[in-house]
T-cell receptor
Framework: RKEVEQDPGPFNVPEGATVAFNCTYS??????FFWYRQDCRKEPKLLMS???SGNEDGRFTAQLNRASQYISLLIRDSKLSDSATYLC????????????FGQGTTLQVKP | DVKVTQSSRYLVKRTGEKVFLECVQD?????MFWYRQDPGLGLRLIYF???????EKGDIPEGYSVSREKKERFSLILESASTNQTSMYLC????????????FGPGTRLTVT
């Protein structure tokens, strides 16, 4: 079983749609959680951190459910520029830098 | 702006060759990382370094070694390249107290024939 699992998609949605991605992790002792974004043929970049209380940044909301060991990312009012691959990332032990990346979920927003 | 640069964007090598991939960061970051990214497998950590002359194995170190002689530079070495090392190689750096925020280079697409 992979340590971090994501549905690879692709998710094809029209502009303005709301889309949600989920990610599950296997290590219940994992400490910290993040979403990275990777544009086509570009490097990954940190999008946002994920907290149990939820984390909202504009149209993006990230949520953590420790009991079920899953992380979600919600994108409201999708824009064409949101088209990218979204990587779910887990830090299994605090701040070692040994991040575990999911394979990514690809989003394509269409006009 | 943090800048992480990698020596080559594309590289083609033959089986058995020794391959050097160079990575330089300009933000005085202590931590540096080497990953490979393959379809369906995501990013996997090969080696990382917390400081000059320090190195730690990641999840898939076999067939690779690293060198960190200067703080800004982290080199990945394929001692004897094999076809299963064909991949996208990404270097990253971070500060020690925020190692979750890693800044990546543009990547090197290595093909071993």
């Amino acid at each position: 079983r992979k340590e971090v699992e994501q549905d690879p998609g692709p998710f094809n949605v029209p502009e303005g749609a709301t889309v949600a991605f989920n990610c599950t992790y296997s290590n219940s002792a994992s400490q910290s959680f993040f979403w990275y974004r990777q544009d086509c043929r570009k490097e990954p970049k940190l999008l946002m951190s994920v907290y149990s209380s939820g984390n909202e940044d504009g149209r993006f909301t990230a949520q953590l459910n420790r009991a079920s060991q899953y992380i979600s990312l919600l994108i409201r009012d999708s824009k064409l520029s949101d088209s990218a691959t979204y990587l779910c990332v887990v830090d299994p032990s605090s701040n070692t830098g040994k991040l575990i990346f999911g394979q990514g979920t690809t989003l394509q927003v269409k006009p | 702006d943090v800048k992480v640069t990698q020596s080559s964007r594309y590289l083609v090598k033959r089986t058995g060759e020794k391959v050097f991939l160079e990575c330089v960061q300009d933000m005085d970051h202590e931590n540096m990382f080497w990953y490979r990214q393959d379809p369906g497998l995501g990013l996997r950590l090969i080696y990382f370094s917390y400081d000059v002359k320090m190195k730690e194995k990641g999840d898939i170190p076999e067939g690779y070694s690293v060198s960190r002689e200067k703080k800004e530079r982290f080199s990945l070495i394929l001692e004897s390249a094999s076809t299963n090392q064909t991949s996208m190689y990404l270097c990253a750096s971070s500060l020690p107290d925020s190692s979750y925020e890693q800044y990546f280079g543009p990547g090197t697409r290595l093909t071993v024939t």
